[in-house]
């Protein structure tokens, strides 16, 4: 059974750092792997979507990178701003198209 | 701007009664995924809809059932509502087309069971 982890649960940092999310997944065997936004009482939005062929993903000052073998993604943050305080999500997708989440990781940037 | 609109945004219902919440998903999305939020927790996957069948399903019991239409609209039905299912409840359209597969999700329904 899939398990998706994401460390740390919490993370507090001042604006201005770099800063990288961790996310872990028990069965390497993944179709895709989703990273999310998620602001207070809202939606999910999809901020980058690796595909189980590629190693990493760019959108402005994000980078996704995937290592299957040793069953883990990172999310990378440049030069971080208030607004990116929020819920960021993991998924795993597996063969049956379903996603697999982790629990979240809350990011607050100190101003 | 997903295009991924849900109704009601908000509900509250007491124990026992029924409920249903409804999605419509991107025009030519063949694909809906329902998903449970409880607070503080990351999604559990409820069901998933392809081209109107049902195409897999999580842990959950069945009083939760679901429909998808060729309007790509979806409800999701709960039965005999316990005070656990409240949650904040996503749906998600793609289209099931290889390769990327991108999932859209809605701004959710915030269900309350009192």
């Known amino acids: 059974k899939q398990e998706v982890t994401q460390i740390p649960a919490a993370l507090s940092v001042p604006e201005g750092e770099n800063l990288v999310l961790n996310c872990s997944f028990t069965?390497?065997?993944?179709?895709?792997l989703q990273w999310f936004r998620q602001d207070p009482g809202k939606g999910l939005t999809s901020l980058l979507l690796i595909q189980s062929s590629q190693r990493e993903q760019t959108s402005g000052r994000l980078n996704a990178s995937l290592d299957k073998s040793s069953g883990r993604s990172t999310l990378y943050i440049a030069a971080s701003q208030p607004g990116d305080s929020a819920t960021y999500l993991c998924?795993?997708?597996?063969?049956?198209?379903?996603?697999?989440w982790g629990a979240g990781t809350k990011l607050i940037i100190k101003p | 701007e997903t295009g991924v609109t849900q109704s009601p945004t908000h509900l509250i219902k007491t124990r026992g009664q029924q409920v249903t919440l409804r999605c419509s998903s991107q025009?030519?999305?063949?694909?809906v995924s329902w998903y449970q939020q409880a607070l503080g927790q990351g999604p559990q996957f409820i069901f998933q809809?392809?081209?109107?069948?049902?195409?897999g399903r999580g842990n959950f019991p069945p009083r939760f059932s679901g429909l998808q239409f060729p309007n790509y609209s979806s409800e999701l039905n709960v039965n005999a509502l316990e005070l656990d299912d409240s949650a904040l409840y996503l749906c998600a359209s793609s289209i099931r087309a290889g390769g990327k597969d991108e999932q859209f999700f809605g701004p959710g329904t915030r269900l309350t069971v009192l």
């Open positions: 998924a795993v997708w597996n063969s049956n198209y379903q996603l697999i």
């Open positions: 069965d390497s065997a993944i179709y895709n």
């Open positions: 025009s030519g999305h063949n694909t």
């Open positions: 809809y392809y081209r109107e069948e049902e195409n």
